[in-house]
């Protein structure tokens, strides 16, 4: 609450597990994550988004879970950082791995079979570079989409070349907004699994 206080407009919770113990349950680290979201959402009135990791056994189960909590936003998925060994020093190095184009299927895959299902928001994150990722990530059904990568390779003015080329197309099909695409090509659309 005291993060409301600052004048926060809303509140994102980076939901992942790196397992360690192997005798800690998945339904342990889920109900763990389950708890922390509900205390959250008990003591804040602001927006509460979650990101959350695609390594769940089921996460259409668990945002389902989450949506029944009362979650407002679901960013998928987070990148998570996988470490690598410099040989030569033999030592841990964490690389700075940027994502690519082809990166945002799996939440092009889970945002298409969400659309519709859950009262939460929906955002695409991870592998968003072109104007042509984002429109995928909207026909799917997200409300919006997460670009990092891209501005790290291309500076914050790429934004400016992804919403023009998203206004392009739209007027390419004779879109007036996005509410006349978004969310086509989700399965509860085109009922297609």
């Not at 005291?2 to 919770?13: H, M, N, R, S, W």
């Not at 298409?112 to 072109?130: A, D, F, P």
Request: charge should be neutral; charged fraction near 25%; include cysteine.
């Amino acid at each position: 609450s005291k993060l409301e206080e600052t004048g926060a407009d809303g509140l994102e919770l980076n939901f992942f597990s790196v397992p360690t113990d192997a005798s800690k349950s998945a339904k342990e680290i889920e109900e763990e994550q389950i708890a922390a979201l509900t205390a959250v959402k008990k003591k804040v009135k602001i927006p509460v988004s979650v990101k959350l990791s695609a390594f769940y056994t089921s996460p259409l189960e668990m945002v389902q879970r989450m949506d029944k909590v009362g979650v407002d936003g679901f960013v998928l998925f987070n990148r998570m950082f996988h470490p690598s060994f410099d040989v030569e020093k033999e030592t841990a190095r964490f690389p700075f791995n940027l994502s690519t184009s082809s990166d945002h299927r799996l939440a092009l895959r889970f945002i298409g079979l969400l659309s519709g299902e859950v009262k939460g928001s929906l955002c695409g994150s991870n592998g968003i570079h072109t104007a042509e990722d984002a429109i995928e990530m909207l026909l799917a059904g997200a409300d919006s989409f997460q670009v990092v990568s891209a501005l790290y390779r291309n500076s914050v003015k790429h934004v400016g070349t992804i919403v023009s080329g998203i206004e392009s197309w739209m007027d390419k099909k004779g879109y007036k907004s996005l509410d006349d695409f978004k969310g086509k090509l989700s399965v509860k659309n085109s009922n297609e699994k």
